[in-house]
């Protein structure tokens, strides 16, 4: 298949010219030739670019190779530029080969023309090609050299043969220093003995090895660094060296460990408070036992014998005595709820939400309640829990009717991506959508007088819901009675 040359051609002669372009022709190429006479006709060629070879004349009337080759250089191509004479002078020929031309031939013997051109074409690709691959090192140990993370390349006997300036900085050692130590230098003698076994042994078959080094700097100061360590294998895949990346994550570190410092004082803190919030809760019902029973003794014995005034202030006694006792019962269920360690089963959240119900029958009758319940599902729960969650919704949805209107109450559940969305609606007084933070502890939208309780029972299912990894929160539409609370139960809590 013959194959196309662009050649630039330095010649007065037209007949010379044809000469070579037959020889070219001849020995298999498809010539594209131009042919120029002065500096300025070539410079301007070479500027057009797209040259394969320069063949020129050496005695021009006007110009000659030596200026010719002068020209070529100063363009900055890398082409083979072949001499073309009449009469070979070998001082001469030795002169311009020394300053960079590739070949002198003798125009009466061009045989070697093509061999020629193919040979030097050859040697310009590979030097372009070795241009191409010093360039891309160069890139590449630069982009080594001013790497933000700290380099370290070892020989297979683990001995330092190149450490980047991010090392030098992290540990303190200039780079003469560390090569031809070992990495042991940065060891900080946390790291087990077992630990750097498996290290060696990951690396040493061919894997990958990453963890965390707690290294020593050179002043005896510490750092964290996370690494990777991996060999590099050789043209023929034996593997030369091992190559360690690491990255100085002291800060990150610190913070994570203050962090978990935190959250482990914070959950001692909290159990504590549980823990504090039952016992105080249990051990007040005694005390308030004995005072609810002596201020009804003491009403019932001397009832007609205090003015109506003392009878008032006794019913106060009372009353208040009554709601301590459901405050206490109250808190004693959410310490429960937040110390519970009961397992989860498989229940049935029909069944469930039945034994709610008929707990709450005499207040469903009581109000003319009307509750409808959907299909509800089986799902992984602790069964007592769910049942209080149940209990307290639809309590509320009673408590909170509105005057005069009948509680209507539907409970639905729907099934979404890996988890069952549950929804209690009612349709009573209702509730601001921005009121998200009712599921509080005591908070309560309205006073005792207009509605009785204490503030603790969404807090209850908050917490229920918090055990099983779901969500809650209320929904009402604007102009629509009533509220909806919805809550999630992932499939596996
Ligand atoms: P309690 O019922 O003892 O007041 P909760 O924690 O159960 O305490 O409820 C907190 C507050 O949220 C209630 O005081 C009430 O203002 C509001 N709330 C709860 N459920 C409903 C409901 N179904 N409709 C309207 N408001 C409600």
Redesign the pocket.
Known sequence: MPKSLRVLLVEDSVDDAELVELELIHGGLIPDMVRVETAAEMRACLSQGGWDVVLSDYHLPAFGAEAALETLQASGLDLPFIILSGMVRAEEAVKLMKRGACDFLDKAALARLVPAIEREMRDAADRAQRREAEARVRVLSMAVEQSPVAVMITDTHGVITYVNPCFCANSGYEAHEAVGRTPDIVKGGETSPEEYRTLWQTITSGHVWRGMFHNRRKDGSYYWDEASISPVRDLSGNISHFVGITLDVTERQIKDQELHKAIEHLTEANSELERFAYVASHDLQEPLRTLTSFTQLLDRRFHDRMDPEADEYMAFIVDAAKRMHRLINDLLTYSRVTNADRGFSRVSMANTCDVALRNLKCSIEEAGAVITVGELPEVVADEVQLMQLFQ?LVG??I??RRPGVPPEIAISAQRRTGEWMVSVQ?N????STTDQD?FEIF????THAE?P???????VCKCIIQHHHGRIWVESKPGEAG?T?LFTLPDSP
């Open positions: 307290n509320n949805a408590k909170f009612d009573g007084i209702g509730i009712i908070r309560r939208l309205h509605y309780g204490t503030g603790v029972g969404l807090a509220c609370f």
